[in-house]
Structure formats: C-alpha cells, structure tokens
C-alpha cells in the first residue's frame, strides 16, 4: 500500500471549514483545548470563522461584569465584525451595549436578557442595528416604551421579538400598554412576539394584532388582564398561535435565585491562555513548553475546572484526537 493517503489532514482543511465544525464544540473548548492542537487550529479559533455566532449566554449568567467585557471586546475583535448572533446574559452597562453597535454591521440576531441599558442608549445607538431581525430584551428592567419604539423604528426587517418580565420584576409596573402600542405602530413585520407576564389589557394585544398582520406566535401567559375570545381569533387570526394568558406553570428559575449564585473567586476561564495577541506557536507565550510539561498540562486542567462551575458546567473533557 501506498504511502500517500486519500485523505486530508485535519490541519489541511481551510479555515471556514474548520470554524463550522468548531461550532459544535463547548466555548471553552474552543478558547482552551483547540488552538493548542496546531498552528491551523490556532488560527481558525483566532480568526473570524468561529465567530460567526457569540452564544455565551450561560456563560455569561456565571461571570464577573469586568471578565464579561473582556470577553465580549476579545470574541468581537476575533470576527472581525463579522459577527451575526450575539447572545449573551446581563451587559452590565451602556458603554458595553454602545461597543456591541460600533461593531454590528452584520449583526442579525441580538440576544441581550436580564442586561442594564437604558432608554436613553439605545434610542441612541438603534440606527447601528439596522440589520437585526431577531431581537431579545427579556427582563431588562431600565427600558419601557421607548426602547421599543427605537428598536421597531431602525430595525425595518424585526421579525421576533422576545420581551419576557419576571412576575416579582412586573408586580409594582403600572399598565403596560404603553409598549404594546411601541410595538403595534413600529413592527408590522413581526411573526414571533413573547411578552410574558407584562401589565397588558386586552386592548393592548387587540391594537398589536390589529397592526401586526404577519403574526404566527402570541405568549401573552401570565397577562391575567388580557381576555382574548376564541372565536375572534378563528374567525380574525387563524394561523396565529397564542400561549396564555391562563396557563399553570412553574415559573423557571433565573440564575439570581440560585443560593450559591455568588461570584466565585475565580473564573471558569484561565485569562492566562485567553488573551488575543500571544502567538503559542512563535515563541511569544511563557508556556512554549506546554505540550513537553505535564506540570503545565495539569495546572491548566486545575485552572480550567478549579473555580465557580455548579453541576449546569460539569461533564466538559477534553475533545478526543483528530
């Protein structure tokens, strides 16, 4: 038998290849086990391939506010802007979100539950998410009306919108129809709408379907103002799906209810081996004996695994071999 293989190395695949296939790895995998495996691995993680999609969302509900900047400033500077889904939990701040749309000329999908921006930020910088078709702002507790209005002026193709309250979070709001009515007269586009456990009355949801015609999904449970009469709907919006009002769930646990949810004194990720600009494979790193040193391969593992994870981190190993 020959010496010559008809197949290719792992390392020969170009690099959009590998970033589709690194998708379906953990994150930490991805920023932690593969750039070490080759230079070409390297370079894909380093590059904009995998970074198509930023999904840190669980991540994110665990870390520290300045770790998660970090974060955000280093996987948005590695897609090259290229970036379409960005999914993350809790941005702790304006500046962080008014970063995000500096760099979303190709953003689609913005996921931002639970985060700390204001009216005010994202009536500015809305004009930047032009793109977005997908927008999530569940449990966001400093913006109302006016937020909507911005996203649904500036964001012509929105097609979902997810904007979920927590029952306590909702108890003390007045009425909120004000943002039913943001939402009728500036995303007629909508197929996909949560509005979980707001203050609606029934004339607000009447006013969001009379305005938004292409609407398929409804989740309106726990708007226990809200009366919608069945035949109105079969007779007036046939295809529309509504969840609620009067449904009996076990409203899910957010991470703030965890009684261990304090931060721990460590991340889950080693900064060490995280920070762009250190090329492993030139001499640049204090680790360029990593993979002869089992002391370092072992206090890896131990910074890996060492700190804050709870049984939602647990299970993560090594990938096998290519």
């Known amino acids: 038998m020959g010496e010559c293989s008809e197949f290719r190395g792992w390392d020969e695949l170009i690099p959009d290849a590998l970033g589709l296939i690194f998708r379906n790895l953990s994150l930490q995998e991805i920023l932690t086990v593969v750039p070490r495996v080759c230079k070409a691995w390297h370079r894909a993680a380093s590059g904009p391939y995998c970074w198509q999609e930023i999904d840190i969302l669980e991540w994110s509900q665990r870390c520290k506010p300045e770790h998660l900047e970090r974060m955000l400033q280093m996987l948005i500077a590695r897609s090259c802007d290229s970036f379409r889904r960005l ?16 760099h979303a000329g190709s953003l ?9 921006i204001s009216d005010s930020i994202v009536e ?4 930047r998410l032009s ?30 919108l997810r904007r979920r309250m927590h029952p306590l979070e909702a108890a003390d709001k007045a009425c909120q129809d004000d943002e039913a ?6 995303m007629p586009k909508l197929r ?9 009355t029934t004339r607000g949801v009447l006013e969001i379907l009379s305005q938004c015609r292409d609407l398929e999904y409804l989740d309106v449970r726990g708007c226990w103002d809200v009366k919608l009469d069945d035949k109105f709907l079969k007779e007036r919006h046939s295809s529309l799906k509504v969840l609620g009002p009067h449904i009996v769930d076990c409203y899910e646990r957010t991470f703030w209810d965890d009684e261990c949810s304090d931060y721990s004194d460590s ?15 030139e001499g640049e790193s204090d680790h360029d004996n990593f993979w002869d040193d089992e002391q370092d391969l072992a206090g890896l593992v131990v910074r890996f695994y060492g700190g804050g994870l709870n049984f939602a981190f647990a299970g993560f190993d090594w990938p096998p071999s290519p």
């Open 108 to 116: 689609q999908t913005l996921e931002l539950p639970r985060s700390e």
């Open 181 to 186: 009515h943001a939402i009728a007269c500036t």
């Open 131 to 160: 793109n977005v078709t997908f927008l999530d702002v569940s449990y966001c507790k400093k913006i109302g009306a006016c937020t909507l209005e911005a996203f649904g002026k500036h964001c012509k193709a929105l097609v979902g």
């Open 192 to 200: 996909h709408l949560e509005m979980a456990y707001h203050l609606l």
């Open 124 to 127: 500015h910088v809305a004009p």
């Open 87 to 102: 999914s993350v939990s809790g941005l702790p701040s304006d500046s962080l979100f008014s970063f995000i749309a500096d």
């Open 267 to 281: 991340s889950v990720y080693s900064w060490d081996f995280m920070e762009d600009g250190v090329d492993v494979y």
